[in-house]
């Protein structure tokens, strides 16, 4: 699995697709599984997957009460695509919110992503569209 | 050495805090660990978060001292360490709640806090063998601020910079990845 973080409008998404171009791998048409819209990838005879937005669907999860089907929906993803490509946000670098649900989702995006970050192959970090691999 | 960790929320900070102290502790044969719990238990979250903490720390040997103020009370300290200083390594968790303490507690300005953490650093440094300080990255959520919110993130900013300047060691937490910007070979082990 492979690690795409970075603030918004970084190219975190268009760094994944090229280096997925780059071995020949083009993204195609789209699926939703475990709940989540995920890009699909097609190269002859295989298949790579791209969840791009990872903390849209903890936002989406959280606010419909779901939030313990989050934990298990990613591993019963990188069960399924050991080779997925997951980018994500990087939420927690400002003010701590006044609202308690905002603190939470916060706080689930980076617990959920230092687990991600302990599996991920490589956590490439993403500023201004240039990759920096911390991992 | 003054080793200064900092990340966003939910990085693994802090779990990463207390395993170096563990992996300092271990090299340099120090026998006591101090962890300075700047945290005041006012509402029910704060006392998860407390309780959360508590569990991480669990089995890695801290002695935990109530400081909201951070290290003004040197004679608890003191106490703590015994004889010893020099055999002690302090963590202090963690920097944004000592200086809203100090400014929303105890009604410093941000310029007085500041004075106050950053001497109070100063002198514990000389005193003690580490000290590992974890603070927060608060800055880039692109709203604008005003009043004592905006002084309060002005001096977090004053403070962190200018303990990233004297520290040996400063260190970005990236989802639970060490990102050097100073001092990596201090913390290899």
Redo the contacts between chains.
């Keep these: 699995m492979e690690l795409v973080?970075g603030?918004c409008f970084q190219g975190k998404l268009a760094y994944a697709e090229q280096e997925l171009a780059r071995r020949g791998i083009l993204a195609g048409t789209e699926e939703i599984i475990e709940g989540v819209q995920i890009r699909v990838a097609l190269e002859e005879g295989r298949t790579v997957r791209i969840l791009n937005h990872l903390h849209l669907w903890v936002r989406d999860r959280m606010e419909a009460g779901r939030e313990a089907e989050l934990m298990p929906g990613l591993e019963t993803l990188l069960l399924k695509y050991p080779d997925l490509w997951i980018v994500c946000d990087?939420?927690?670098?400002?003010?701590?919110p006044v609202e308690?649900t905002e603190?939470a989702y916060?706080?689930?995006?980076?617990?959920l992503?230092?687990f991600?970050?302990?599996k991920a192959e490589h956590?490439v970090?993403i500023v201004g569209g240039m990759p920096m691999t911390?991992? | 050495m003054l080793y200064l960790l900092t990340g966003?929320?939910?990085?693994?900070k802090s779990e990463y805090a207390e395993t170096l102290v563990c992996r300092l502790a271990g090299r340099d044969g120090i026998g006591i660990r101090l962890y300075l719990a700047t945290m005041e238990s006012d509402s029910r979250?704060a006392m998860e978060r407390i309780a959360r903490h508590r569990r991480l720390r669990q089995g890695k040997g801290f002695v935990t001292v109530e400081s909201p103020c951070g290290f003004r009370e040197r004679r608890l300290l003191s106490a703590c360490c015994g004889e010893h200083p020099e055999d002690t390594i302090v963590l202090l968790e963690c920097m944004s709640n000592l200086l809203a303490n100090l400014m929303f507690s105890d009604g410093m300005d941000g310029e007085a806090a500041e004075e106050e953490i950053l001497a109070g650093i100063k002198e514990a440094r000389s005193r003690y063998r580490h000290i590992v300080v974890v603070t927060n990255?608060?800055?880039?959520?692109?709203?604008r601020?005003t009043g004592e919110?905006e002084a309060y993130?002005s001096a977090l900013g004053e403070v962190n910079r200018a303990l990233a300047a004297a520290a040996d060691v400063f260190c970005e937490v990236?989802?639970?990845?060490p990102?050097f910007l100073k001092g990596e070979e201090a913390c290899r082990f």
């Design positions: 973080i603030g990087e939420v927690g670098y400002g003010v701590v308690k603190r916060r706080e689930m995006v980076g617990r992503l230092c991600l970050a302990q956590v970090r911390i991992k | 966003g929320c939910g990085s693994g979250e990255e608060i800055f880039s959520d692109g709203s601020y919110m993130c990236v989802y639970s990845i990102v």
